[in-house]
């Protein structure tokens, strides 16, 4: 899985495969809360597990997200930005 600022490893530290689905947000951000909630209900209804990056910690994806947060990517490319669908992700999932 790939994403902006580079390659994404094959597994985690655990030895799992790296969650599907990756929500790009930052604090404070009532859209970035929205999608948190729908990725988190659909991928638990799904048995996935999802990850999710603070844009401001790097320039590289402030610059990249700054204005499009949230922003979703599921299996290492872009998926939504600002709104996710909870039927769009499920139907990305299966």
């Known amino acids: 899985m790939t994403g902006p600022g580079g390659h994404e490893p094959e597994h985690t530290e655990l030895g799992e495969p790296p969650p599907r689905v990756v929500l790009y947000?930052?604090?404070?951000?009532?859209?970035?809360?929205?999608?948190?909630?729908?990725?988190?209900?659909v991928c638990a209804e799904l048995g996935e597990?999802?990850?999710?990056?603070?844009?401001?910690?790097s320039e590289e994806l402030m610059s990249a997200f700054g204005e499009q947060i949230p922003v979703t990517y599921v299996d290492?490319?872009?998926?939504?930005?600002?709104r996710v669908d909870a039927q769009r992700l499920r139907a990305a999932l299966v």
């Open 25 to 41: 947000s930052k604090p404070g951000c009532h859209l970035c809360d929205d999608a948190r909630a729908v990725v988190a209900a």
């Open 49 to 57: 597990h999802f990850d999710e990056v603070d844009i401001t910690t």
């Open 76 to 82: 290492g490319e872009q998926h939504d930005f600002w």
